[in-house]
């Protein structure tokens, strides 16, 4: 699986867009890109996942680079209840591998 | 209804003893995890278990043995329990091997303390 870096923290005002950066240089053509969030002394929590194309559900948006090296997630209006760790994960989609979680981004939203 | 339940949620025990947590998820997925989140918050896959036949086996100590029973169910069984073995360990289950939509669902975690 191609390696994720992610800024170990950040700050977002409540109300505000909170917008998480992953680099995954390394993806291969075949590689998905996966969010998840873990809020303190919680399982982790599914978010969003795409290949190519720029995604929205009713949690966040991903977009995805055109040369796919990089991704966004997107909180379009950041609550209090969104201060997480927030994991972006690359993996091939049809594996049967697990998922392995990085050090992820810790972000805290503020009032 | 709780998707993915573990139980404990908290276990304290001396080192040496042995102890299970388990984990049943009624979802109806065919595949499950076990995962270790450690005390720098790491999260680390154990074992994966697809229509009770183990996929995936991470470099785990033997002391550590998982059972399913059935599809529902993933148990983790540690023998001689050491201070390392101190950690959350998460339960989690996706449809499929191939986890096509990389949605796994996680249980609450339970936390396990060795003294």
């Known amino acids: 699986d191609a390696k994720t870096t992610q800024p170990t923290s950040m700050d977002c005002a409540e109300g505000r867009a909170a917008n998480l950066p992953c680099n995954h240089s390394?993806?291969?053509?075949?590689?998905?890109v996966y969010w998840y969030r873990q809020i303190h002394s919680q399982g982790p929590q599914y978010i969003i996942h795409g290949l190519k194309n720029n995604e929205t559900n009713e949690m966040a948006s991903l977009i995805i680079t055109e040369d796919r090296k990089s991704s966004t997630l997107i909180l379009p209006h950041a609550t209090l209840r969104d201060t997480a760790v927030y994991y972006c994960?690359?993996?091939?989609?049809?594996?049967?591998?697990?998922?392995?979680f990085g050090k992820g981004t810790s972000l805290l939203v503020t009032p | 209804d709780t998707a993915v339940s573990q139980t404990p949620k908290y276990l304290v025990t001396q080192m040496g003893n042995d102890k299970s947590i388990k984990c049943e998820q009624n979802?109806?997925?065919?595949?499950m995890y076990w995962y270790k989140q450690d005390s720098k918050k790491f999260l680390k896959i154990m074992f994966s278990?697809?229509?009770?036949?183990?996929?995936i086996n991470e470099t785990v100590p033997n002391r550590f043995s998982p059972k399913s029973p059935d599809k529902a169910h993933l148990n983790l069984h540690i023998n001689s329990l050491e201070l390392g073995d101190s950690a959350v360990y998460f339960c989690a289950s996706s449809q499929g091997v191939a986890a096509n939509t990389g949605e796994l669902f996680f249980g609450e975690g339970s936390r396990l303390t060795v003294l």
């Open positions: 994960i690359v993996r091939v989609g049809n594996s049967g591998y697990a998922l392995n």
């Open positions: 390394t993806i291969s053509g075949n590689e998905y």
């Open positions: 979802l109806g997925h065919d595949t």
């Open positions: 278990y697809n229509n009770k036949e183990l996929i």
